[in-house]
């Protein structure tokens, strides 16, 4: 089945540590995004990438970085720098925008992300 | 910039009732789509209703359909014959295609609680 898949479900991360969650889709879509949703909240973007070797600054962009080496792929990393990482965090992706603006975004089951 | 305003935070509908989710825009493309998604208590992000902003006709999907209103920059989810499997977060969101290009905001979301 196509589809994305996000890992680890759970992470816990410790003071000044660097962590990377992971975002695989096979749903060869081009384009792909982290969004952050804190409890009773809304989805922040905070990077998002078109294509291979390409990608902007979300909306919340500091204390993360992101690479896309691979169209499949698109791993975030939290850095030390991001002093509130506690959140759920949700990778989509979806067709290239210019393929129109009809095209929806599909998710991953997404990753919660902890303090130690 | 792109801005989705969804102003009611929680609403109740009795079973069988229909409901209405409001969802305001603001943006400065004058191509885009909006969206609305589901989110369960479990987490997932699941796709429910499309509509084109030079759509005509407001966009259905069995008992979803959007009250689109271009003018009012509104786009409201009714939810007709409402069941208990939709007490969920609801989610607004729009994506550009040519000054925002690629860019997906989301509101803040409406909880909706179904009473049997």
């Known amino acids: 089945d196509g589809g994305i898949t996000q890992s680890p479900k759970y992470l816990f991360r410790k003071e000044g540590q660097n962590v990377t969650l992971s975002c695989e889709q096979n749903l060869n879509h081009d384009a792909m995004y982290w969004y952050r949703q804190d409890p009773g909240q809304g989805l922040r973007l905070i990077y998002y990438s078109q294509i291979v070797n390409d990608f902007q600054k979300g909306d919340i962009a500091e204390g993360y970085s992101v690479s896309r080496e691979k169209k499949e792929s698109f791993p975030l990393t939290v850095t030390s720098a991001q002093k509130n990482p506690t959140a759920f965090y949700l990778c989509?992706?979806?067709?290239?925008?210019?393929?129109?603006?009809?095209?929806?975004?599909?998710f991953g089951d997404g990753t919660r992300l902890s303090i130690l | 910039a792109q801005k989705i305003t969804q102003t009611q935070p929680g609403m109740f509908v009795q079973e069988k009732e229909a409901v209405t989710l409001d969802c305001t825009y603001d943006t400065s493309d004058p191509s885009y789509g909006l969206f609305w998604y589901k989110q369960p208590s479990s987490g997932e992000m699941i796709f429910l209703i499309y509509?084109?902003?030079?759509?005509?006709q407001n966009a259905t999907e069995g008992r979803y359909s959007l009250n689109f209103q271009k003018a009012r920059k509104s786009a409201n989810l009714v939810i007709s014959a409402s069941q208990l499997g939709d007490s969920a977060m609801y989610f607004c969101?729009?994506?550009?295609?040519?000054?925002?290009?690629?860019?997906?905001?989301f509101g803040d979301g409406t909880t909706l609680t179904v009473k049997p």
């Open positions: 969101a729009m994506r550009g295609v040519n000054t925002n290009a690629g860019k997906s905001t």
């Open positions: 989509a992706s979806s067709a290239h925008s210019a393929q129109g603006s009809n095209q929806p975004q599909h």
């Open positions: 509509q084109g902003s030079y759509d005509q």
